[in-house]
């Protein structure tokens, strides 16, 4: 049992570091792809990708963050 708990816990820090990666490395080639030839439409794909991809990834944190403190308070 502990076995399976210990997987789903490395799956679970894998996937947020992932998440994190990947959203900064997107928003990151999108920004340069935006800067190489910038126009009204690339800036506002750019700005609205990494908005959103910023709100993904600071709610994940949060939730996260709410785990720890109810786990330790417990």
């Known amino acids: 049992m502990d076995g399976i708990a210990l997987v789903r816990l490395a ?23 935006a800067m190489w ?7 506002g794909v750019m700005a609205f990708f990494c908005f959103f991809s910023y709100l993904v990834v600071n709610t994940k944190e949060r939730v996260r963050n709410e ?7 417990e």
């Open 67 to 73: 785990f720890k403190t109810e786990s330790t308070n």
């Open 37 to 43: 030839d910038p126009k009204y439409e690339r800036l």
């Open 11 to 33: 799956l679970a820090v894998i996937t947020d570091r992932l998440l994190i990666i990947l959203a900064l490395t997107l928003s990151f080639s999108l920004s340069c792809w």
